[in-house]
């Protein structure tokens, strides 16, 4: 079914939904929107582990176990998208001194300046995505996005 039959027009909501309903139904075009930024990632960097990089450098270093926490992903998955990163050195993991167990992860040089790449790589795609929008209008997604991750 095409786009405009089946989601109505931008702003409009259908088949009598509600606007919570409707609101369910664009996020699901999120999920279209992730994938295709993703496709600007650099060849040898998947999702996942741009994913891992990303939550190190927001929320600084950080055990193994607190990272699967942050993502909400299994420790098992976290922990491939660890050992991918580590052997291209983006990040490094060094002995946790609280206990000699575990292990402490942290970004490196190499992985501070990839992520550097994949922003203005994101930011190259948004730019072309969105020529046409206004300032405003991109000013207005903004801050309602913001607002609706921080009502989760």
Partial sequence: MPEATRWGSPGAYTDDATPHEELARRLTGIGAVKRELSRNLPPDCPPGAAAVLTVLDRHGEMRLSRLADLMAV????TSRHVSHITARGWIEREPDPGDGRCRILRLTPAGRALLAEIG?????????????????????????????RSSF
């Fill in 74 to 77: 299994d420790i098992s998955v």
């Fill in 120 to 148: 203005a790589r994101y930011s190259a795609a948004l730019e072309r995505a969105l020529h046409d929008w206004s300032a405003q209008d991109i000013d207005v997604l903004n801050t309602l996005l913001a607002r609706l």
